[in-house]
C-alpha cells in the first residue's frame, strides 16, 4: 500500500471510531507517550487494525497480533463472564477489539521501558515492545514493515492534530 492509500485508510479508520482507546488508558498509572495515536498506530502496524484478521502464524490473534504469552503477562484479560483457565478464552478476548485493547494497554503499562535506549520513554519504546516483548524489546525492528507502517501512521496522525481535527 503506498502512502496516500494508507493516509486514507487512517483517516476512515479514525473516523468511525468502532470505539474510543482513551477510554482504557488508565491516567492513574499513565506511562510516558502512552497515548491514544500510540495504541492506533501500534494496531495499525500489527494488522492495519483489521478487526476480522483471526489468528495467523501459528497463534496470534486479532487486529494487535498478540500471543498467548503476551495475553498470560498481560494478567489474562477476558470477556465478560469468560473464565482466564479456560483454554479458548486467550482467543476470545484477543479477537475482540475492546478486550485486546485491555491486553495491550495492560502489556504496555506493565513492562514499559527504555526499548531503543535512548535514555526517555515515549511510544517508540512501545511499539518495540508490543512486537518484540518484555524480554527483548531492543532488538533492532527498523527495518521491518511493522515499524515503518508505524512511523507512517504517528507521522499521518500528528499531521492530523496540527491541522486542528
Ligand atoms: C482483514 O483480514 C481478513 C482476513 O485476512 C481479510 O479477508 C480482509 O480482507 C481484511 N480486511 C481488510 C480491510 O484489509
Not at 34 to 43: F, K, V
Not at 89 to 95: E, G, I, K, P, V
Request: charged residues 20%; glycine residues 6%; aromatic residues 10%.
Amino acid at each position: 500500500m503506498d502512502r496516500s492509500s494508507h493516509a486514507v485508510v487512517l483517516l476512515v479508520f479514525a473516523s468511525c471510531g468502532v470505539f474510543s482507546y482513551a477510554q482504557l488508558i488508565d491516567s492513574r498509572q499513565a506511562v510516558p507517550g502512552w497515548t491514544e495515536n500510540c495504541i492506533t498506530c501500534i494496531c495499525e502496524a500489527s494488522s492495519g487494525c483489521n478487526e476480522t484478521i483471526g489468528c495467523i502464524d501459528g497463534n496470534y490473534c486479532g487486529m494487535f497480533l498478540i500471543g498467548d504469552e503476551y495475553w498470560r503477562d498481560a494478567e489474562s484479560p477476558v470477556l465478560d463472564g469468560d473464565d482466564p483457565s479456560d483454554p479458548g478464552a486467550f482467543q476470545r478476548c484477543a479477537l475482540d477489539p475492546f478486550c485486546a485493547s485491555k491486553a495491550v494497554n495492560r502489556y504496555i503499562q506493565k513492562f514499559a521501558q527504555d526499548c531503543n535506549r535512548d535514555r526517555r520513554i515515549n511510544c517508540d519504546d512501545h511499539v518495540r515492545l508490543h512486537y518484540l516483548g518484555q524480554t527483548q524489546c531492543s532488538i533492532r525492528i527498523n527495518h521491518l514493515p511493522y515499524y515503518q507502517t508505524f512511523r507512517t501512521c504517528m507521522r499521518a496522525l500528528s499531521a492530523e492534530s496540527r491541522k486542528g481535527n
